[in-house]
């Protein structure tokens, strides 16, 4: 059985049908994307994962363990974690609190902000978390606030809140979204560098092909919520399924 398997997964949203039989196998230690035309069933996809949406029918199995029925809190703790489109992180917090939070929340299994400060941490928990910094290039702004960082430092820090988690799996949905070029290419130097040290499994929805070509060594292909091609980056490129779905008409 793969890392993260899929299999017969459908999902309807009244006549509309989202995702039809899809079936996809990622490999532990890999990075592999799903890429198609806007409305293919990407994001739709994601969600099966994380807990957000129930399939239809079908199963979606992590590590051995069904996902279905899962809440996205309990997703989280058995080692799914996600970076999504719009970096999710506390603005008015500096970016040393920002990953002391989830190091915390892992340590304890729940956490609130109430009356929380950020001297409380131990001094495990402040290791750790520079250690995170460190990992994503991060310490130097250690004590700036969230909010005055550039949308690519967002993707930074947001990254390493889930690396202080441990993840097994990380799923990213356009990491890239919004980025300057510049931006676009330290966050492929920065998933690469993360790839290299950790080999966690990623699972990349991307529309720059650029990024996808870089990083991934298998690729899914969705057209009209069904996989079409899946396959190693190589053989994606000029591959007539492809060139019909985002040529063609597809969407």
């Known amino acids: 059985m793969s890392f993260l398997e899929v299999r017969g997964v ?4 009244g ?22 035309p806007n409305g293919a069933g990407k994001s739709t996809l994601l969600n099966c ?8 029918t079908g199963t979606v199995t992590f590590d051995g363990q069904s996902l279905l029925g899962l ?10 974690s996600r970076v999504f489109q719009t970096p999710e992180i506390f603005s008015d917090l500096t970016v040393m609190e920002n990953v002391i939070i989830p190091c915390l929340a892992k340590r304890d299994g729940a956490f609130t902000l109430n009356g929380w400060s950020s001297v ?18 991060m310490a130097d702004k250690r004590n700036m606030q969230a909010a005055s960082l550039s949308r690519g430092d967002k993707r930074r820090l947001e990254m390493a809140m889930c690396l202080s988690q441990d993840p097994k ?13 510049a931006d676009t290419n330290n966050t492929i130097d920065l998933l690469a560098e993360i790839q290299e040290k950790r080999k966690i499994t990623k699972v990349v929805i991307e529309h720059d092909m650029h990024v996808v ?13 069904h ?22 008409g597809a969407h």
């Open 10 to 13: 459908n999902k309807r949203f």
């Open 15 to 36: 006549g509309l049908q989202a995702l039809d039989d899809v079936n996809l196998a990622v490999e532990e230690g890999t990075i592999h994307a799903i890429i198609g």
């Open 49 to 56: 994962f994380v807990g957000k949406l129930i399939p239809d």
């Open 71 to 80: 809440k996205p809190h309990q997703v989280n703790q058995v080692g799914v």
């Open 120 to 137: 409380d941490a131990q001094a495990d928990i402040r290791e750790k978390a520079e250690q995170m910094l460190l990992d994503v290039n």
């Open 169 to 181: 799996l990380l799923l990213l949905d356009e990491p890239t979204a919004g980025m300057a070029r």
């Open 213 to 225: 070509f870089s990083l991934a060594q298998k690729i899914s292909v969705l057209a009209q919520g």
């Open 227 to 248: 996989v079409i091609v899946e396959d190693k980056p190589e053989n994606i490129k000029g591959h007539p399924k492809v060139k019909e779905a985002y040529l063609g």
